[in-house]
C-alpha cells in the first residue's frame, strides 16, 4: 500500500499533537515538518529530531496533504498557497461565522488545482459539527445546546496572546448551561502595557463579543494550564410529530491531541473527495477512518 | 421548488410512524401506502382516510423513493423489485451480520437501474452506526460499549412473532453495560401449541442466540408495550499517542418515530447519491438534512 504523504505546517501545540497522530496512522508517511524561518535559528526540540524540518514546504518531495496547524488567522492565506500547488490542506479554522466564507473562497482555487481542502476539521466546529448535523436530522424540530467546557479553549487564548502588550495567554471556557458561557481570561503582559486597554482589546475581540468574559492579571500563566476540555450537547427534539426525542452527547478530552487526531482523519479523506472544498459534514463518514470499507460496514454498521 | 414523491411501503409500527414524518417534510410529498392485498379487506385505519392506499406500488405515479417499512427478512426481496422499477428505496434492515451482503446484492441493481438504495437506515444500525464510526476517527485506538434499553426491540418482537405458535411477542432490551445485554421475551401462544418448543425455536433464533434471553408466558403482551428506547454508546480510547479519551452519546427516544424520521431523511439523500447502494456512513450528513446547503453549514458546522 502506498502510503498518503503529510507535512505538518505550523509547529505550535497542535503541529506537536499532529506529528504524533500521524506516525500512529498506518496508512501514512511523515514527510516533514515545516516551520517558521525565525524558529529554525532556535534549538530544535528533541521530539524533532528524527523528523525533516523546514521552512518552505518546497523543500519537502511529494506531499499530498498539508495539515495547516497554524492560528485561525492566517489560515486562508496559507492554504490558498499550498491548494495553488497542488497540495490538498486540513485546518481546524475556528471562526464559526467565516466559515461558509473560506470554504467557498477555497473551493475554487482547490477544483482549479485538482487539490481538496477539508476546512474546519477539529472538534468544534468539526466532530462537533457532525454530532449537531445527526441530530437535526432525527428530531428536525427542537433546539440544540452545545455546552463547552470546562476546558482551555485554544483558538481563545491564541486570539488574546495576539493582542498588543500580551505577553503570555490562557481562556478558560465555562459552560453555564444551554449554550450559555463564561470565558476566564488569565494574561501576563509587559511591564509597561496598560491592563485596562488590553482588558478593553479582549473584551471588543469577535472570539469574545458575544460571553461574559473576566480578563485577570497572573504572575504566570504557565502555571494555569491543563488542555484537558470537554463537550456536552443536547437535543430536545421532535421525530415525525412525536416529541420529547431526547438527545446527548459529551466527551472529556485532551484537546490539541484530539484536534490533530481529527485533522489526521481528514487528511485520508481529502484523497477520496473530488477536487473542492469541504467541511466535515459534507464527508462520508466512512472516508474519515482507516481501514477496508467492506470491514468497516461490518465492524461499523 | 418540486417536491420528493414518496411511498411508503408496508404499513405496521414503522409505517405508520412514516407517514406522520413524511407529512411533516417540507420537501416531500406523499404519494400513498402500499399494502397488503389482505389488510385492504380490512376497515382503513382513520389516520388513512385522506391517504391513496393500494396493493400494488405500479397504481401510484412518478414515486421517487419507497420507504419499506416491513420487517428485515421481507427487504431484499422488495428492495430489489423496486430499484428494478427504478425506485430509489430506504429500508431499515437490522440483521448487523448480513448488512454487507444486503449492500452489495443491491449495489449493482441500482446502479443498473438509475437508483439509489439506502439501508440499514435506522438508528441502530442507522444514527448509532455514524457516532460510532465518528468516534473510530476520534480515537482510533480503543473499545466502543453500545448498551441497548431498557426498551422493546422491535426487529427482536418482530421476529418472535414469526415463530410458529406465537399469537404476539415483546422482546425487551435490558443494557447489562459493557455492550452485554439481557432479553425479555414475554410471548403469547396459541392454546394447542407447545411452550417449551417455542422457547427453543426463540433461543435458537438468530436475533437471540448471542444473547442471555428469557422467555416469559404472559396472557396480554398488549399491556405491556411501550416504544421507548434508547442507547448508552461508550468509548474510551486514544487520539494520536493520548491515552484516556472520553467519549459518550446517549438517546431517549420512542423508536418507531425515530425510525422512520431517520428514513424519511435517507429518502431526501437518495436523490443526492449516485446509483448504487449504500449505508448511512457512506453518505455525507448533510445531504441527510433539510435546508439551503450553505445556510445548513452557517448553523451547523
Redesign the interface.
Known amino acids: 500500500m502506498e502510503k498518503i504523504r503529510v507535512a505538518i505546517v505550523g509547529y505550535g501545540n497542535i503541529g506537536k499533537?499532529?506529528v504524533?497522530?500521524v506516525?500512529?496512522?498506518p496508512d501514512m508517511e511523515l514527510v516533514g515538518v515545516v516551520r517558521r524561518p525565525s524558529s529554525l535559528s532556535k534549538p530544535i526540540p528533541p521530539e524533532l529530531n528524527n523528523i525533516t524540518v523546514v521552512s518552505d514546504i518546497d523543500e519537502l518531495e511529494n506531499v499530498d496533504v498539508a495539515l495547516i496547524s497554524m492560528p485561525s488567522r492566517l489560515v486562508e492565506e496559507t492554504a490558498v498557497q499550498l491548494l495553488n500547488k497542488g497540495i490538498s490542506t486540513v485546518d481546524s479554522f475556528d471562526i464559526?461565522s467565516k466559515?461558509?466564507d473560506l470554504?467557498?473562497n477555497l473551493n475554487l482555487i482547490a477544483q482549479d488545482n485538482n487539490s481538496v481542502a477539508i476546512i474546519?476539521s477539529g472538534?468544534d466546529?468539526g466532530?462537533d459539527?457532525?454530532?449537531?448535523?445527526?441530530m437535526?436530522?432525527?428530531?428536525?424540530r427542537g433546539v440544540t445546546d452545545t455546552n463547552f467546557g470546562p476546558g482551555m479553549s485554544m483558538g481563545h487564548s491564541v486570539a488574546v496572546k495576539a493582542i498588543e502588550g500580551v505577553v503570555d495567554a490562557l481562556s478558560v471556557t465555562i459552560p453555564l448551561g444551554t449554550g450559555i458561557h463564561r470565558r476566564m481570561v488569565y494574561i501576563q503582559i509587559e511591564p509597561e502595557s496598560n491592563f485596562d486597554q488590553i482588558k478593553e482589546n479582549i473584551l471588543k475581540d469577535p472570539y469574545f463579543v458575544n460571553d461574559e468574559t473576566h480578563v485577570k492579571l497572573v504572575p504566570n500563566v504557565k502555571d494555569l494550564i491543563d488542555v484537558g476540555h470537554g463537550v456536552l450537547m443536547e437535543r430536545k427534539g421532535?421525530?415525525?410529530?412525536?416529541h420529547?426525542?431526547?438527545?446527548?452527547?459529551?466527551?472529556?478530552?485532551?484537546n490539541p491531541?484530539?484536534t490533530?487526531?481529527?485533522m489526521?482523519?481528514s487528511a485520508r479523506a481529502c484523497l477520496k473527495q473530488n477536487p473542492g472544498s469541504y467541511?466535515?459534514?459534507?464527508?462520508?463518514?466512512?472516508d474519515?477512518?482507516?481501514g477496508d470499507r467492506?470491514e468497516?460496514?461490518?465492524k461499523?454498521?
Open positions: 499533537f499532529a504524533e497522530a506516525n500512529e496512522a464559526h466559515i461558509v470554504r467557498n474546519s472538534w466546529p466532530s459539527s457532525m454530532i449537531r448535523g445527526i437535526e436530522f432525527m428530531a428536525p421532535v421525530s415525525g410529530s412525536t420529547n426525542q431526547l438527545l446527548k452527547y459529551e466527551m472529556r478530552i485532551n491531541a484530539l490533530s487526531q481529527i489526521v482523519a467541511t466535515l459534514i459534507e464527508i462520508p463518514i466512512i474519515l477512518i482507516y467492506e468497516l460496514i461490518h461499523l454498521v
